[in-house]
């Protein structure tokens, strides 16, 4: 089992930066591959993006490629999510997830274990 902890949320303005962070707890993350999902209110949640255990398969939502960059640190037990020329539309809570597989999936009901999320607003 693995608890997971978002950080880094916040109101930015449109065009800024933020760097997400997805602290987890046990020894036992890297066996995990980690997916970032968001929720805007009255709207489903989305995938976002996601990484492959040791980091080597990635894939983003054609919503935020280019923008957005997925990483992890296996020694940190962290997966991060930077943020870049963010739009108003990208406001939402985002969530960490972590799935027991090595495979990069963009369905949530893939994944076993979440965040409690953290929101992000980007001002117009």
């Known amino acids: 089992q693995v608890q997971l902890v978002e950080s880094g949320g916040g109101l930015v303005q449109a065009g800024g930066s933020l760097r997400l962070s997805c602290a987890a707890s046990g020894r036992t993350f890297s066996t995990y591959a980690m997916g970032w999902f968001r929720q805007a209110p009255g709207k489903e949640r989305e995938f976002v993006a996601a990484?492959?255990?040791?980091?080597?398969?990635?894939y983003y939502a054609d919503s935020v490629k280019g923008r957005f960059t997925i990483s992890r640190d296996n020694a940190k037990n962290t997966v991060y999510l930077q943020m870049n020329t963010l739009k108003p539309e990208d406001t939402a809570a985002y969530y960490c997830a972590a799935d027991p597989s090595n495979f990069v999936k963009t369905d949530y009901d893939a994944y076993d274990y979440w965040g409690q999320g953290t929101q992000v607003t980007v001002s117009s």
């Open positions: 990484i492959s255990r040791s980091g080597g398969y990635i």
